[in-house]
């Protein structure tokens, strides 16, 4: 009878420093890394910096040598062809693509690709989401398809079962670095 008190004591313990410690324990999951960085480039291209790092978080988990099987490179998994064009259009000079693994670099190249798919879609984030993973000409594509939009300004249907789930779980990734480190991350003037 005194063990099964002592036990049921101690896993009542655990419990309640589990609740207690739950928003460190989740940070844990949900880490944020290159802050400067993530600040310095979503105020230069007018994102929000929890984007920025829910885009980089589910990309590359934070990872700055990630490499993916598709030829993405970095935090913001840019490929080569994208990395190459972005340079030309950014008026980068020597560009190498071993670049795409510094992570300022690749911060700020990312960033101005997503300002850049965010004018072109006209700020319509779900889009500049689906332009980012499953390709700008895609998307531009699905929305002249009533299969995928109604009204060839939204999706409601993306024919890319990855795309769909990548838009998804950065929005979930969105509200969760918003609500984590909403104070860390304000963008001071």
Same mark, same amino acid.
């Not at 978080?57 to 064009?85: C, D, H, R, V």
């Given at each position: ?23 460190? /324990?989740?940070? *844990? ?6 802050? &400067? ?5 979503? #105020? @230069?291209?007018? $994102? ?29 998994? /840019?490929?080569? *062809? ?6 030309? &259009? ?5 560009? #190498? @693509?071993?670049? $795409? ?89």
């Amino acid at each position: 009878m005194r063990f099964k008190s002592l036990t049921s004591s101690f896993i009542l313990v655990i419990i309640l420093l589990l609740i207690i410690n739950v928003f460190y /324990i989740v940070k *844990l999951c949900f880490p944020l890394r290159y802050t &400067e960085w993530i600040l310095r480039y979503s #105020k @230069e291209y007018d $994102l929000s910096p929890y984007l920025v790092a829910a885009v980089i978080k589910t990309e590359s988990n934070f990872k700055p040598k990630a490499k993916s099987n598709k030829g993405a490179y970095g935090l913001m998994q /840019i490929t080569s *062809l994208t990395g190459e064009w972005a340079a030309k &259009e950014m008026k980068i000079e020597n560009y #190498k @693509e071993d670049m $795409l693994l510094e992570p300022e670099f690749n911060i700020k190249m990312g960033c101005w690709y997503i300002d850049n798919l965010k004018k072109e879609f006209k700020g319509n984030m779900d889009l500049v989401l689906a332009a980012y993973n499953g390709g700008r000409g895609n998307v531009q594509k699905w929305l002249a398809d009533l299969n995928n939009s109604k009204d060839g300004k939204n999706l409601h249907y993306i024919p890319f079962k990855e795309t769909d789930q990548y838009v998804k779980r950065v929005k979930v990734n969105y509200n969760i670095y918003k609500f984590l480190y909403g104070k860390k991350l304000k963008v001071h003037n």
